[in-house]
């Protein structure tokens, strides 16, 4: 038996040299965002407008149309006889004000000059359909008692900022969030037969 297999041989020393790598989400032009800010602050009166035409195909599938972009598919789920072709349209509002909160959270970040390397916002709505959407179910139900009765909203975000401060950036792009604001307030609405 060769002894030369069982002596210890000389340790190998590897130098490995740790490079981070710090990704950050596309920024938005900071400059661009403080001049609107202005223009908000000198005219908080000031309104947009947003327009979409939405379009039925048949079933519950329907599509709308914003300016030139694809259409947004709308359709419900199986067993609310839709064909399950795309989210149903309460998933849409939830999707909204996920867009919504998440350009909140960019825009205050960047006003605070934080830069944020992940936003994700997961939302649970609780909406109910007792009175099948009019059609002879639960015709007793009132206005506040249909829609959305609850939204749970969980958003991870992560940035070159403590967690103290990422969660001030949360709480405050939520407390200006045009859509959250919208889904929170009552609002004047009105429906009539187009001319």
Not at 46 to 75: C, F, I, W
Not at 185 to 191: G, Q, R
Request: charged residues 20%.
């Amino acid at each position: 038996m060769s002894t030369d297999l069982l002596e210890p041989s000389a340790p190998i020393t590897t130098i490995t040299t740790v490079t981070t790598v710090h990704t950050h989400l596309r920024p938005i032009d900071r400059d661009g965002l403080m001049a609107f800010a202005d223009k908000g602050r000198n005219n908080p009166a000031s309104r947009g407008t947003n327009k979409v035409h939405t379009v039925m195909e048949g079933q519950y599938r329907s599509l709308s149309y914003v300016g030139n972009h694809a259409p947004v598919v709308v359709d419900e789920p199986l067993h609310l006889f839709g064909q399950d072709t795309a989210p149903a349209p309460g998933e849409i509002v939830l999707s909204g004000l996920g867009g919504c909160l998440a350009v909140g959270i960019t825009a205050v970040a960047t006003w605070k000059q934080v830069k944020l390397s992940k936003i994700e916002v997961f939302m649970e709505g609780d909406i109910g359909n007792p009175a099948a959407w009019g059609a002879g179910g639960a015709l007793q139900k009132t206005p506040p008692e249909m829609g959305f009765q609850a939204i749970r909203v969980k958003v991870l975000v992560e940035g070159d900022a403590p967690r103290e401060v990422l969660d001030e950036i949360v709480q405050h792009a939520n407390f200006y969030s045009p859509v959250a604001n919208s889904m929170r307030n009552p609002i004047p609405f009105e429906i009539s037969l187009a001319d």
